[in-house]
């Protein structure tokens, strides 16, 4: 026991480090960024990887396009990912097997609060859970995926700052124009700022008088793709949520009505609460679109389209995976 409880400590440990590398606190005290110059800080460890990829990708294939590149590498990055989205599912699949025999267990011990049968519950359920290879560990593989989105995330946060030509390593070279939206540029009051700055005006390629017509087709372009990443960002939580019920369903589906367990309150608590989260989330998104670059915007939009198409896919290969479950566990 102790030795698992030390894998799974050192396993989060990796993860926050793997955080802390990806350069999320490299900003000057003025708010630009210039750690992506040159290797300032231990922080930028997976930027530079990040920002390279980017860049290769900026003077090949996506032909200088800013808005191709943002495409192209979450396609990358997301596909990188699959494995470890691949490792999650296969925790959910034993986890909706062992569902049935859990079931039986807490319900054995129902209504039973002495400390002697909630002992005897819980070595039950750890040798279910040892039985079908259910951990903690499973829990955090998601986490996994993390430092690769947030190391993604900085670098678009600074790109932007780097399109002066006169640095060692800059993005001046890419067309920031993507379907009538800069996606260098944010909106609103923001906008106003990089105007007001002539440093900026200059390495964006602006002027002061086109203000007003970048400012309209910049504030409606970012409201647009704000909006269609919080309603693929729900379809796609939902989806998820279709697809786990009807997992749960076909797991009991030989078992008569009256003898299948029912929802607690603790678990219709639990769902209230997730379901707040998946909103919240949702809203959190299309408010840090609206306070960002559009390119933030159009990362997110791909990646939940990409998520989307990866859930459909994998619901169709999840059968076979189940049915090698069902005989290795058999």
């Not at 993390?146 to 600074?158: H, M, N, S, V």
Request: hydrophobic residues 45%.
């Amino acid at each position: 026991m102790k030795r698992e409880q030390s894998k799974y400590l050192i396993m989060a440990f990796v993860i926050c480090v793997a955080c802390l590398l990806t350069g999320c606190s490299g900003a000057n005290k003025d708010g630009t960024y210039s750690a992506i110059q040159g290797f300032t800080n231990v922080y930028d460890i997976l930027v530079w990887p990040m920002a390279g990829l980017m860049w290769l990708i900026g003077k090949t294939v996506a032909f200088g396009n800013y808005g191709v590149v943002i495409i192209i590498s979450t396609l990358i990055v997301r596909t990188c990912a699959w494995p470890i989205y691949a490792k999650t599912n296969d925790m959910s699949l034993k986890m909706n097997l062992m569902a049935p025999e859990q079931a039986k267990i807490q319900a054995r011990y129902e209504g039973k609060t002495d400390q002697e049968s909630q002992q005897r519950m819980q070595m039950e359920m750890m040798n279910l859970y040892k039985k079908y290879g259910v951990g903690i560990g499973g829990c955090l593989m998601p986490f996994i995926q993390f430092p690769l989105f947030i190391a993604f995330y900085t670098t678009l946060q600074r790109i932007p700052y780097t399109l002066s030509s006169s640095l060692k390593f800059n993005f001046s070279f890419l067309n920031g124009t993507f379907l009538g939206v800069n996606l260098f540029l944010p909106r609103g009051e923001a906008l106003e700022k990089v105007y007001e700055n002539a440093e900026l005006l200059a390495q964006y390629g602006l002027s002061s008088s086109s203000y007003e017509a970048v400012s309209k087709a910049q504030n409606i372009g970012i409201i647009v793709i704000a909006v269609i990443v919080g309603l693929t960002q729900i379809a796609m939580q939902l989806y998820a949520q279709h697809q786990q019920n009807k997992a749960k369903d076909s797991q009991f589906a030989d078992v008569p009505e009256y003898r299948r367990p029912q929802q607690t309150d603790q678990a219709k608590q639990t769902q209230m609460t997730m379901n707040i989260m998946m909103y919240g989330m949702s809203i959190m998104m299309v408010f840090m679109v609206l306070q960002n670059t559009a390119a933030l915007g159009l990362y997110w939009v791909v990646g939940n389209i990409y998520s989307f198409l990866q859930q459909i896919i994998n619901k169709k290969l999840s059968k076979k995976r189940l049915e090698k479950l069902k005989a290795k566990l058999s």
